[in-house]
């Protein structure tokens, strides 16, 4: 049984084009994020959910939206992609929100913008 | 620039050496966690070490801190080619709801 399991792997999509990477955590936890890691392998957080409540938006476009039906689920609509979007993009989960837990990572979502 | 910064940015030894990495951070932490990221995997949470904490172990890892420097270690010992991955420090600073993710030391372990 995967903890934190996201999908698609692996999307490959045209510039301009609206995509979404749904993530799904069975831990039972109350506080989810996303994070991008670029090509240099640099890790950044890009939101965090709190029982469904936005915690952490890091300056991030507003072409990328996040939406938290319930706390097991993040999932990340990105509109009009552009090139720079290309990145692995990364969901987690923790039992509490914040900094002195432990992180969950899920697999990942390789994001090829042409 | 980023708030922790790994060191070595790459390193190779043969399996059964010890690897040591080091993490340093500008600011005052709560606590210090390190990841490994197998290629092509997400993170895996390895230990978290707490400021007021000076060393810690969990099997063959050994972590150290000291806040006088800023900085942490991470010592693999008698490595194995299982751990051949990129490993990240991550620190948690008060007052602030997030991780901050270091540069990360990619580690290949020589059969």
């Not at chain 1, 952490?56 to 938290?68: D, G, H, L």
């Not at chain 2, 059964?16 to 210090?32: H, V």
């Not at chain 2, 900085?71 to 709801?97: K, P, Q, V």
């Given at each position: 049984d995967t903890a934190v399991s996201q999908t698609p792997k692996y999307l490959v999509t045209q510039m301009g084009n609206d995509k979404s990477i749904k993530c799904e955590q069975n831990l039972g936890?109350?506080?989810?994020?996303?994070?991008?890691?670029?090509?240099?392998?640099?890790?950044?957080?890009?939101?965090?959910?709190?029982?469904k409540e936005l915690i952490?938006?890091?300056?991030?476009?507003?072409?990328?939206?996040?939406?938290?039906p319930d706390k097991a689920h993040l999932n990340l609509h990105i509109n009009s992609l552009e090139?720079?979007?290309?990145?692995v993009y990364f969901c987690a989960s923790s039992q509490v929100s914040g900094f002195t837990d432990t992180q969950y990572f899920g697999p990942g979502t390789r994001l090829t913008v042409l | 620039s980023q708030q922790g910064e790994e060191d070595p940015q790459a390193l190779s030894i043969q399996e059964?050496?010890?690897?040591?990495?080091?993490?340093?951070?500008?600011?005052?932490?709560?606590?210090?966690q390190w990841y490994r990221q197998n290629s092509g995997r997400g993170l895996v949470h390895l230990i978290l070490i707490r400021s007021n904490e000076r060393e810690k172990h969990s099997g063959r890892l050994r972590v150290t801190l000291d806040t006088s420097k800023k900085?942490?270690?991470?010592?693999?010992?008698?490595?194995?080619?299982?751990?051949?991955?990129?490993?990240?420090?991550?620190?948690?600073?008060?007052?602030?709801?997030k991780l901050t993710f270091g540069t990360g030391t990619r580690l290949t372990i020589i059969p």
């Open positions: 936890h109350d506080t989810m994020y996303w994070y991008k890691q670029d090509s240099k392998k640099f890790l950044k957080i890009m939101f965090s959910y709190n029982n952490i938006n890091e300056t991030v476009p507003n072409r990328f939206s996040p939406k938290s090139l720079g979007d290309s990145a | 059964g050496e010890n690897a040591t990495m080091n993490c340093s951070y500008k600011t005052s932490i709560n606590n210090l900085s942490s270690s991470l010592l693999i010992t008698a490595s194995r080619a299982a751990d051949t991955a990129s490993y990240f420090c991550a620190t948690g600073i008060f007052g602030n709801e």
